[in-house]
């Protein structure tokens, strides 16, 4: 199966900060790649596929890129409600596999 | 609007069996790839069982090499239900699981854009 790396495991922002977040992958997976934003207690949320398309209702600040086995999510100015866990996941073969999230806090 | 909501969920002891459900609401049910995703506490979500709409060349079926051979996924299109059989359980599938939806009709992408909110099961003596 596919292993999805995401790096780092938590990192602490202040808000309007930029954010960063990285996701390889362990075979190439073209840009079959989504993101979701987990809050506590809450199911995951839809953010990015096909690695650099909005889901709908997603604001602008989100955004993907990346193809092959190298994606990146980033967070132009972050807001105290985008305090979550992102998990990135390839969907190019079965097992569809995710990351082990990187938690990202509001200083 | 979508919604999915997953019942059944329940404490179980090791080599037990339990079915959950999901009833689906607000989109023609029959017409989507529906997948059973599981997130064990503090771990990343794990895709487990996915199952075409069906008139998809009859319905296809794939399984996590986890489940495989221990889980059942089936549909009943009539009432807008994904079940789940869950047999032989095991300690290491304490979970929530949850049901998605594919994101288009009539066509398997894999990218799911509605969840539900999730049903607890745990396997424990």
């Known amino acids: 199966e596919i292993v999805m790396t995401q790096s780092p495991a938590a990192l602490s922002v202040s808000p309007g900060e930029r954010v960063a977040l990285s996701c390889s992958a362990s075979?190439?997976?073209?840009?079959?790649v989504a993101w979701f934003q987990q809050k506590p207690g809450q199911a995951p949320r839809l953010l990015i596929y096909?690695?650099?398309t909005r889901a709908t209702g997603i604001p602008a600040r989100f955004s993907g890129s990346g193809s092959g086995t190298d994606f990146a999510l980033a967070i132009s100015s972050l807001q105290s409600e985008d305090s979550a866990v992102y998990y990135c996941?390839?969907?190019?073969?079965?097992?569809?596999?995710f990351g082990g999230g990187t938690k990202v806090e509001i200083k | 609007q979508v919604q999915l909501v997953e019942s059944g969920g329940a404490l179980v002891k090791p080599g037990g069996s339990l079915r959950l459900s999901c009833a689906a609401s607000?989109?023609?049910?029959?017409?989507?790839?529906m997948t059973w995703i599981r997130q064990a506490p503090g771990k990343g979500p794990e895709c487990i069982a996915y199952?075409?709409?069906?008139?998809?060349?009859?319905?296809?079926?794939f399984y996590a090499d986890s489940v495989k051979g221990r889980f059942t996924v089936s549909r009943d299109d009539a009432k807008n239900s994904l079940f789940l059989q869950m047999s032989s359980l095991r300690d290491e599938d304490t979970a929530v699981y949850y049901c998605?939806?594919?994101?288009?009709?009539?066509?398997?992408?894999?990218?799911?854009?509605?969840w539900g909110q999730g049903s607890l099961v745990t396997v424990s003596s």
């Open positions: 998605a939806r594919d994101r288009l009709r009539y066509s398997s992408s894999w990218i799911h854009d509605y």
């Open positions: 607000g989109f023609p049910f029959s017409d989507y790839c």
């Open positions: 199952i075409t709409y069906s008139s998809y060349s009859g319905s296809t079926i």
């Open positions: 075979l190439s997976v073209s840009t079959s």
């Open positions: 096909a690695a650099s």
């Open positions: 996941q390839q969907y190019n073969k079965w097992p569809l596999t």
